[in-house]
């Protein structure tokens, strides 16, 4: 098996998805960053590099200094010593040598990790917001009902609305409805234009690998016209994740059901969907938890003893 080896990092291409991909997959990631699309279309942001030591890829992003836990294919974790050295490695380097987004049950199964690190619980800000499908159809509840009477509305005015997979011959649509959204977003918005610019960056590279990507997602159309769309990959074997998801702001309504219908088109194949983060911002903090998530994940960081 190869040994971890700072030298041996290399960037992440489209060409590194048959290698990436499956290993991902199997190691059952409870993250979104753990994503083979997530890892690939904000690659150009992070600087992200990966390499593979047996079946575990470790990932690290070099603009933030952040090398992600490799979980490995069927719970084959990596021992606390290879960790260690990892880091060690890293910090030769003149990073950090933290190990990011480590699973709640690795720090129970090896409790000896604590020969060489701390842990540490991420931010609320770096939680993942999980939900339940079928919630996110049903709407039970007097704390969902606002969201249920807006799907009702947007119905009762365009009854011409139409729901439709994504596919490659609306990319182009999406791309129009993306590029007015952040427009509109970077007026109302100005203290989050860099954000705002990425994540469209992130989005123009999905939409130029579409079909190199794994990628499900749902359009909602009223007569002609694209108001509202989602583009989702899986996480794991019961988890998906939404990588994007915009709607035209003219047609009120329609961010609630491209939610509902998006979660619908998703339940059967899996249980649950990751809406990620809300980095600390409010507007985004209060989207998330206003549709009640079942939980908010927060995964640990595993920071190296002073030696």
Known sequence: MSQFA???FKPVGIEDRSVLEPLLLASEPATCESNFL??????????????????????????????????GADGDYPPPDELAHASAEMRKQG??????????????????????????QESEDFGEYIYSLQNLIDLHGSKLAKKKNLIS???RDYPDYT???????????????????REAKMQTNPEHVEGIIEEHEALDRAIANYANLSIEGVCIYVGA??????MCSRINSDLFTIHFEKNDLAYKGSGQIINQETARALLPLGKYVDREQDLGVEGLRHAKQSYQPIVLLRNY??????K
């Open 153 to 155: 509305q947007f119905k």
């Open 38 to 71: 997530n890892i690939f279309v904000w690659s150009h942001i992070y600087g992200t590099l990966y390499q593979v030591c047996g079946n575990r890829p470790y990932v690290y992003l070099t603009s933030v200094d952040e090398l992600l836990f490799p979980a």
């Open 95 to 120: 990073k950090n040598g933290v190990i990011y987004q480590v699973k709640a049950d690795y720090l129970e199964k090896f409790p000896e990790y604590a020969d060489s690190f701390r842990a540490e």
């Open 301 to 306: 960081n595993l920071i190296p003893l002073e």
């Open 225 to 230: 016209k694209l108001v509202a769309f989602a």
């Open 163 to 181: 729901v439709v997979p994504l596919t490659a011959a609306r990319l182009a649509d999406c791309k129009v409805l993306a590029d007015a959204w």
């Open 6 to 8: 700072f030298g041996r």
